[in-house]
Every structure is written in structure tokens, then in C-alpha cells.
């Protein structure tokens, strides 16, 4: 690619070299969660650039900043209009799928607490909880009573065997 003198992003000459390279792992930033209209994530690795070390940096500058305009891009297709509406329904699309999922799985986590019994309300999980703490009280204690009544019983055992043996 080329810069063209009013600042867009031509096709370059296969014959020119490039003063500047700018390699983008679009793969990593697309996992990374970036999407058009954001700016790049402030992470090493996901912009190199290589050749002119002031427009390297020049370049390396912007490109932390660049926001790509959708509907800039879209409108040179399809009109600016329907750039607009396409974005904007784009938009909407994406605030829907995420309330989609948001709803979702808070209905099954209600529908997995309430109605099935699968999983246990909040407040039925801390008495749950604290119920479980009392029982393993209780249980220590009981099993420091029968330590010491096991104690107690050999002793009387070696106390009678020692009777029986006289």
C-alpha cells in the first residue's frame, strides 16, 4: 500500500520498495477482542515497523491512534446514506447478540436455580455454607471426644489385662 498525497491508503506498484513497512497481526488483534472504531490495544507484537526509522515512527505513532471510519470506507460503495444505516444497524446487531447472550445465560442460571435445583440461590448457598462450617465443628469436636474415650477405653483394657495377668 501507498499513501497518496491526500492521505489514503492506495494499492501500491510492485516495483516501488517502501520507504516503511508496517506489518499488523490482524489475526492476534481479532482474538484480542479489537474491532474497527477501536483503538489498537496497547501491546507489544501486534505492530512492527520496519525501513525509515522517522517515518517508521511517524508511523508506528498513528497507528497506536488509527480508528478506521466504516462508514467513510462503506460510503465510496454503497452511498453515504446507506453507509450510515449499515454501520449503525451493524451497531445495533452487536448490542443485540451481546444482550442476547446476557439474558441467556442468566436465564439458565436462574432456570438451573429456581426451578430445576440444579444450582443453589446465593442465599441458600451461604446457609448452605455456613450449615457445612457448623457440621465440621461439630464433627471435630465428636471426633476429639471419641480420641480421648479410645484413650480412656485402653486404658481400662490395659488395666484389666494387667489385672487378669496378677
Known sequence: MTIEHDGRLCPADPAVMPDVTLTI??????REGWRPGRPFPERAGLVHVSGDAAMAQTL????????????????QYVGDVAAVQLVSGAKRLTSLAVQFVTRTSENVAE??????????????????????????????????????LQARLDQLVGQVR???RS
Open 25 to 30: 497481526d490482524t489475526a492476534r488483534l481479532w
Open 60 to 75: 508506528s505513532t498513528l497507528a497506536k491512534s488509527w480508528r478506521p471510519d466504516i462508514e467513510d470506507l462503506l460510503s
Open 111 to 148: 432456570y438451573a436455580a429456581h426451578e430445576t435445583k440444579l444450582l443453589l440461590p446465593d442465599a441458600a448457598l451461604r446457609e448452605h455454607a455456613n450449615d457445612l462450617a457448623m457440621l465440621n465443628k461439630s464433627l471435630d469436636a465428636l471426633q476429639g471426644s471419641v480420641q480421648s
Open 162 to 164: 494387667s489385672g487378669e
